[in-house]
Structure formats: C-alpha cells, structure tokens
C-alpha cells in the first residue's frame, strides 16, 4: 500500500513533461524568437545605413543607385543575413533596398519625392531645396524556432509565421547637381531587367549603362568599349582624390584574380603639385618631372596590396598585378603612403571612375 506521500511524487512527476512544453513552448522559444527578431532588426538597419552612406557620397544618380545596390547585394549575402532567415521583398534589383530623392523647400519646408530609383526630371535648384536620399529596405523574416504548430501562437507573426520587418534611412546628398538625368550622363533605366548592350558577354548592371554626351567624363562611351571587349561589369565606384592627401584613398573595390580595371576621370579634373605656381595638370600628371617611384610626378596611381601602378587619366583594360583593396592617390614627393610633407600645398583633385570586370 503506498503512502499518500508517495503517491503525491509520483503525481508529481507525471506533470513534469506537460510544465516543461509550456515552459518551452510558450516562454523559452517565443522568447528565443523575440531575441532573434530584434537581432534581425539591427542587422537590417545596418545594411540600410550602409546602402544610403554609399548613395550620398557619389557624384551622380546612377553611380549612387549602383553603389547602394552593389552594398545591399553583399551585405545579403553576409553572415547576419543568412543567420537572421532575411529574404529581400523587392526592391532594385530584388535587393530589398529602394532609393528616394527628397527634395524640401527650406523657405516653406515643404517635402516632395521622387518615384523609386529615378533620377531627378528637372536641374536641382541648389537656392532653396536640400536633397536627401532616403534608402528604405524591406525582408520578410522567418522564426528563429518555428512555431506554427503551437495553439494560440501559430498565428503570431515573428513566432509562428514569417513576419515582414522595414527600416529606412535619410542621409543628405553630397553632389546634388548629379541628380538630373542630363547632369549624370545620358538615359538610364533600372529595374528587375538587365541591359545587354549586343556583347555575346553583356555587361549585366542595369542602370549603369547609359553615359551620353555632356556628362563630363573623358570617355563617356567607356560601357560600350567594356562590352565590346567582352568584359562584364563587376562592381564599380566614383572616387575623390584630393592632391594635398599624402595617403592612400581607399575605394570599396576588392581586386580579385582575373578582373580587370578600367579607368576614367572627368575632363574638368585638374590638380597640382606646384604651391604657387598657376599650372595644373590632369591625372596624367607633368610630362616633364618623374620622381622616385619612377611614374610623372602628378600623376593618379594605384595600389593594391604592395604593388603600385600607373594609372592616369585611362587605363582601359588593365590586368593589375596584385589582388586585395584598391587604393588610390597623386603621385608626388617619394610617393603616396609616406605622409611626406612636400603633399602640403597641393591644390585641386580628380573625380575618378573605377569599373572592376571580368
């Protein structure tokens, strides 16, 4: 005969699996869940800062959209995003990410906005209006631990079903005369549906392509000559080069084996190594000094890794000959990296374009 003790045990025990399901099961895993989607949330607001940060430096409205793409695109694939379950809904190029141009009045603060990933259809007026990007990003986020089968959960978004989170970011344009079609170069299109320009290869980067005249480059068909070589756009940036900046200026291209390097400088670039004297040159540098990297002083230069490279005002094609960061800068004193002081009193800069392909 058992004690009434005994017994009270053993009905103790028996209500020990169904205490530790609800415990599990309706405060552990949501709150697992809870823990997950706050970490999605971050990771998404990351990778929207980072395509809006990239938008607003650039010097016209397809090398921003480009740019933002090209950032969202990698944080994608990155390790937040597989961990987090984050799917991209739609967007530019299915990314997830959209790009605005918001335009406010400062005299009676009065906001207008462009349609997604357009250019802006008329010249910015720089006398009253402040431009802004405005990056919005869009994921649909599955449950850490799924928890559709669970009563009365099933149904919660985040914990039971997928939920959709959205983070936006404003960040001021840096060059807003760049928003006009006219003034970036040429007609664009963007979209879900790539541009192939009659190259067997193609240069797959919708919104790119276009770079008519009056755009300012030297070479404004500089797309047409990648396509007729048969090389396909990998990534690509505008960078400043400041004459006066003794360093490297890094640039967001990764030179990978294989790719090749194709560069351009707007024709309106001028700088100099003199102090006082008037005369300025292109990225071609002096014709008639070279220093002791043995490239014209003046010239633009490339680095990647240890090895540095002539660049100039083009170099088209050009297989570099180290793989890693790309870095770029003037060329004067004993070369850039050394923070020598002959930089100081350097005048101008270049607007580079940086088109890595394969």
């Known amino acids: 005969m058992l004690h009434r003790s005994q017994r009270s045990n053993r009905g103790n025990l028996a209500e020990w699996p169904a205490a530790i399901f609800v415990c599990l099961f309706f405060f552990v895993f949501p709150l697992i869940d809870l823990v997950a989607l706050?970490?999605?949330?971050?990771?998404?607001?990351?990778?929207?800062?980072?395509?809006?940060?990239?938008?607003?430096s650039q010097q016209d409205f397809n090398s921003a959209l480009f740019g933002?793409?090209?950032?969202?695109?990698?944080?994608?694939?990155g390790p937040f995003a597989k961990f987090?379950?984050?799917?991209?809904?739609?967007?530019?190029?299915?990314?997830?990410?959209?790009?605005?141009?918001?335009?406010?009045?400062?005299?009676?603060?009065?906001?207008?906005?462009?349609?997604?990933?357009?250019?802006?259809?008329?010249?910015?007026?720089?006398?009253?209006?402040?431009?802004?990007?405005?990056?919005?990003?869009?994921?649909?986020v599955t449950p850490f631990i799924s928890l559709a089968s669970?009563?009365?959960?099933?149904?919660?978004?985040?914990?039971?079903?997928?939920?959709?989170l959205k983070f936006e970011t404003r960040r001021v344009v840096e060059h807003p005369e760049g928003l006009y079609l006219a003034a970036a170069g040429g007609?664009?299109?963007?979209?879900?549906?790539?541009?192939d320009l009659g190259s067997s290869s193609g240069i797959n980067s919708p919104g790119v392509l276009s770079?008519?005249?009056?755009?300012g480059w030297n070479y404004p068909n500089i797309y047409q000559l990648i396509a007729n070589a048969g090389e396909t756009v990998v990534e690509q940036d505008v960078v400043l080069v400041y004459a006066d900046n003794p360093n490297w200026t890094p640039t967001p291209l990764q030179i990978s084996p294989g790719v090749k390097v194709w560069i351009d400088t707007r024709a309106d670039?001028?700088?100099?190594?003199?102090?006082?004297?008037?005369?300025?040159?292109?990225?071609n540098g002096d014709p008639n000094l070279t220093n002791a990297t043995g490239f014209p002083t003046g010239a633009l230069l490339g680095q990647v890794g240890t090895s540095m490279?002539?660049?100039?005002?083009?170099?088209?094609?050009?297989?570099?000959?180290?793989?890693?960061?790309?870095?770029?800068?003037?060329?004067?004193?004993?070369?850039?990296?050394?923070?020598?002081?002959g930089y100081i009193g350097n005048r101008g800069f270049q607007s580079v374009r940086v088109i890595v392909t394969r």
């Open 269 to 283: 670039g001028s700088w100099t190594y003199l102090t006082s004297a008037p005369t300025f040159f292109n990225a």
């Open 309 to 341: 490279f002539m660049l100039g005002v083009s170099k088209w094609n050009y297989p570099p000959p180290a793989t890693g960061a790309l870095g770029l800068a003037m060329n004067d004193d004993a070369g850039p990296g050394f923070n020598r002081s």
């Open 84 to 140: 987090g379950h984050l799917t991209p809904i739609g967007g530019y190029q299915n990314s997830g990410m959209n790009l605005y141009i918001e335009s406010t009045n400062y005299w009676n603060n009065q906001t207008t906005e462009s349609p997604a990933n357009q250019p802006l259809t008329a010249a910015a007026d720089l006398t009253k209006n402040i431009f802004e990007f405005r990056s919005v990003s869009s994921y649909q």
């Open 211 to 215: 770079d008519g005249t009056g755009s």
């Open 150 to 164: 669970v009563p009365f959960i099933k149904d919660v978004p985040g914990l039971g079903k997928p939920t959709e």
């Open 187 to 195: 007609t664009f299109s963007g979209g879900s549906t790539a541009i």
């Open 38 to 56: 706050t970490t999605d949330f971050a990771a998404i607001s990351l990778i929207n800062y980072q395509s809006v940060i990239r938008a607003s």
């Open 68 to 77: 933002a793409e090209q950032e969202v695109s990698q944080l994608n694939s």
